[in-house]
Structure formats: C-alpha cells, structure tokens
C-alpha cells in the first residue's frame, strides 16, 4: 500500500503557489479538512448524477469521506493551500494502480490541473511498482474520456446494465 506524505512537485512545473501533497492518515487533511471535503461531495454527486440511471447513490458522509480518505493515497492538488483537485490512489488487481474519485474544481477545468494530478499518479504508481493504471469513468462524461485517452488510457471494458 502506498504510505507516502509530501510529493512536491519534483519534475512537474507547476506554477508558483501550487502543489501536489499526498494524504494517507485523516489527521493530515486538518489544514484543509473543510475544503477537501467540498471536492468530495462535489465528486461523489457528480458521479451519483451520472450514474442515475445504472447505481443506487453513494451516501455523502463525513465517515465516507473518511473512509475514502484513509483506504487509499490521496494526492491533493493545491492552490495557495486550497484544494482544488483531487484523486484517490488504490491497489488494483494484477499491478494495477486505480485511480477512484478524481475531481477538479469546475472553476479551475482546462487549466492543466487534471493533467498534472494524471502525471502525478502515475509517477507515484511506477515508484510504488504498479505496471499499469485503471480507473472507470461514466458513459456520459466526454470531458474526462478525452483527457484519460491524451494521456494514453484506453478503453478495456464495458459495463452494460439492466434493471430486472
């Protein structure tokens, strides 16, 4: 498992007044613990909407948000010491790195962040000796399809679903 604190922002250029921090104990978010929690909620009822049709809705809770938080490495992108970005790391199956939860300020879209969290994942999956990174995404977000796909995902499976 993933148990690292301070990934700065080594070999990304980010500009003056960000950086990419890791979480992996509850008490660390304290600095920001308001905040993160609103990209939780806003992550958790974007992904309740478009998964309407399909799943029931997840609970948004503070034991949640917990949960999330402490089952996983969570790399949080700030600004100035807002969060303003967000994306859980876990250990998937086979060497896989999954990437759960990933979220970006809708104020702050197509400013490079969700790219920058991307390399960011990715470099800690490979020092943590991850082969390869997964995650899922909803049939009707071509925002984040597009941006997975620039940086090199492609689609491996499809999930299809009836209501009985």
Known sequence: M???YSIMEAALRLPKGD???SIKRFDQIN???SELYKLYKLSTMESNKASKDYYSPVTISPANFKKEITSSTTLVYLRNGTPIGMVHILD???GAAFLRG???NPKNRREGIGTALLEKCFEVARKYGHKKAEL???ANNPNAERLYSKHG???AEKTMVKHL
């Open 153 to 155: 995902f492609k689609v």
């Open 19 to 21: 950086e990419i921090v």
């Open 92 to 94: 998937g199956y086979d």
């Open 2 to 4: 993933l148990s690292i």
């Open 136 to 138: 899922m995404i909803w």
């Open 102 to 104: 990933f979220i970006v």
């Open 31 to 33: 600095p920001f613990k």
